[in-house]
Structures are given as structure tokens and as C-alpha cells.
């Protein structure tokens, strides 16, 4: 499991492409005497449209649910957002975060801790 910020998913010397612009959290299945690498599982659709993060992201699966929590640091507002690993996924919760781009104030990642409370 990690993050893809995707940001040599597309050449920056050629027109752009809006269909190449997002980043993801993305799984991975590698077979090693075959050499082989395959796509388990990926995010790539959310509510309101592709998010591109072109630096400071992080993926996680959550131990307890098998869920996805992702962080889109490098965008303004930060997006921290938990998924389900179905195809495709669904958004379980998503945190907006607002930055400060002037002070260089980013989310660079987010961990799940237990409730406090029972």
C-alpha cells in the first residue's frame, strides 16, 4: 500500500491531460519469481472529482476494518479521507483541512487512534 502523488504521470512538456491529473492511494500485488506487479486495489474517484496532491500524501489500511485512510496533503484545503477497499471505493469520512501557504503549514500525514471513550 502508498501513496501516488502522480506527478510523472504525465510529461510536464506536453498539453495537459486532466484525465492523467490525480493522485491515489494504490495496493500492489508483487510476485517476486515471476516478477510480476499487479493492482490489488486503487483509489481513484471521489466525491467532487479527482484530487491532486503533488506532494506530502500518505495511505494506510486500518487494521481494525480493512479500510483505507489516505492524505492529500499537498493540496489546498488537505483532505484526509477513509475508504473502503471495494471496487470502487466508497468514502467512509473525509476531514478538510485548511493550510496556510504562506506560513508553509501542510498535513504531511494521518494516523487512526482509538476512541478515547468507550
Same mark, same amino acid.
Given at each position: 500500500m502508498l501513496f501516488d502523488n502522480g506527478n510523472f504521470r504525465a510529461s510536464?512538456?506536453?498539453?495537459?491531460?486532466?484525465?492523467?491529473?490525480?493522485?491515489?492511494?494504490? !495496493?500492489?500485488s508483487i510476485d517476486e519469481e515471476q516478477k510480476l506487479v499487479d493492482i490489488v486495489w486503487e483509489s481513484t474517484g471521489f466525491a467532487g472529482g479527482a484530487i491532486?496532491?503533488?506532494?506530502?500524501?500518505?495511505?494506510? !489500511?486500518?487494521?481494525?476494518t480493512g479500510n483505507v485512510l489516505? @492524505?492529500?496533503?499537498?493540496?489546498?484545503?488537505?483532505?484526509?479521507?477513509e475508504l473502503t477497499k471495494t471496487v470502487p471505493a466508497?468514502?467512509?469520512?473525509?476531514? @478538510?483541512?485548511?493550510?496556510?501557504?504562506? @506560513?508553509?503549514?501542510?498535513i504531511y500525514r494521518a !494516523?487512526?487512534?482509538?476512541?478515547?471513550?468507550?
Open positions: 510536464p512538456f506536453d498539453p495537459p491531460r486532466e484525465e492523467l491529473i490525480f493522485s491515489r492511494a494504490v !495496493e500492489y491532486f496532491a503533488g506532494f506530502l500524501g500518505d495511505a494506510d !489500511e486500518l487494521p481494525l489516505a @492524505t492529500f496533503g499537498g493540496h489546498d484545503p488537505a483532505y484526509i479521507i466508497q468514502e467512509v469520512f473525509r476531514l @478538510t483541512v485548511p493550510v496556510d501557504l504562506i @506560513t508553509n503549514r501542510f !494516523e487512526r487512534l482509538p476512541s478515547l471513550y468507550p
